[in-house]
């Protein structure tokens, strides 16, 4: 559907319906709005979320942000690990210069006309223990929304990266509503991203999921066939079985794609919310010429369904950029940005 007419629709024909009581219809547009600025958008792995920044062997240069923009990207994701950076006792404070290092990643963004998507990544102990965990991640919340209150809305925030293990689709959906309600007393109009939990798959617990407020974006990650994105993957059990798996894009391989995608775009139709696909990507011991086809594909499937999308990732085991040579893996750029002029 035209974007336009989606706009339309979703400010005269879904605020009555979907009825959140207190949405203006500016705010139902602007998530739609803010969507559209993520609709290029490369995630700035291995750095911010390792848990200390170089320990992954990445440390965020201020030239790469040109570089992206450049190439024709229009927004970094940037996956946070606030739970290293903060006291683990009451008030749980964040170290006031790991605020400092964000925010001067918020200012490089700016300054080249990016949108960036701040998350909080690895919070694994709230994964496994959510009770024990639930006040101190809204305090790191209450303390980030905080700080970043007056930034531009080209800031975004996304609640949790790939919420697992014990954080079942119920508590999420509490806690979503809860951290909600906080952030928003200093920023009524942020736009936040959040997805459903069983770690931002794109269907199995899509279902389950209930929209804390009208001003969110759908957030759901795609590494479908998984033998084949993560084969060899060294935090991933027994993928060393599964290297040397192709993908050429059957008939069968690209309908699985498309149905997974269909299904997601129905259900963020129905619910009136914009989908940010938040990640994708194979990972670089897969055969390169199945990479970019299947890069190729999703991206395209993305797009189809007009759901914004962000690689995973920039620089890393998955990485666009070859950080050694300072330059693109061309073949790769290609499959996410094909018509950009540079390419
Ligand atoms: C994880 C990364 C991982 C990637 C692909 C991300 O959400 O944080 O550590 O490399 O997914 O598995």
């Not at 990445?58 to 927004?75: D, N, Q, W």
């Not at 700016?110 to 639930?134: F, G, Q, R, T, W």
């Not at 909600?180 to 459903?196: E, H, Q, Y």
Request: charged share 25%; hydrophobic share 40%.
């Amino acid at each position: 559907m035209n974007r336009a007419i989606l706009l339309i629709l979703t400010s005269t024909i879904l605020f009555p319906i979907y009825g959140f009581a207190e949405a203006k219809p500016d705010q139902i547009n602007a998530p739609f709005i803010q969507n559209q600025k993520l609709r290029r958008t490369i995630n700035l792995g291995n750095a911010l979320e390792a848990p200390s920044e170089g320990d992954w062997g990445l440390v965020l240069k201020s030239e790469y942000f040109s570089i992206i923009k450049k190439a024709g990207f229009t927004a970094v994701r940037v996956p946070i690990r606030w739970s290293s950076h903060a006291r683990e006792d009451k008030p749980y404070s964040i170290d006031q210069s790991f605020l400092q290092r964000v925010s001067w990643v918020v200012d490089q963004s700016i300054e080249n006309d990016l949108s960036v998507v701040l998350n909080m990544h690895h919070y694994i102990e709230l994964c496994s223990s959510p009770l024990a965990h639930k006040e101190r991640f809204i305090s790191l919340w209450r303390q980030i929304a905080s700080y970043f209150k007056d930034a531009p809305d080209s800031v975004l925030f996304e609640l949790l990266n790939e919420p697992n293990g014990e954080l079942k689709a119920n508590l999420w959906n509490q806690l979503l509503d809860e951290c909600t309600s906080v952030i928003r007393k200093s920023n009524p109009d942020r736009t936040l991203i959040i997805g459903p939990s069983n770690w931002n798959h794109i269907s199995t617990d899509l279902d389950k999921l209930t929209l804390p407020d009208a001003n969110v974006i759908l957030t759901v990650h795609y590494y479908e066939p998984f033998h084949f994105t993560h084969q060899g993957a060294e935090w991933v059990d027994n993928s060393e079985n599964w290297l040397g798996k192709e993908w050429t894009g059957t008939v069968d391989q690209v309908s699985r794609i498309e149905s997974d995608f269909v299904a997601a775009s129905e259900w963020a139709k129905k619910n009136g919310v914009p989908v940010f696909l938040g990640e994708f990507g194979a990972y670089s011991k897969a055969d390169k010429q199945s990479r970019i086809k299947w890069t190729n594909s999703v991206r395209h499937h993305a797009e189809k369904y007009n759901f914004s999308w962000a690689y995973w990732e920039f620089g890393a085991g998955f990485g666009v950029y070859d950080r050694e040579k300072n330059e693109w893996r061309e073949p790769l750029l290609k499959a996410l940005l094909p018509s950009h002029p540079s390419n």
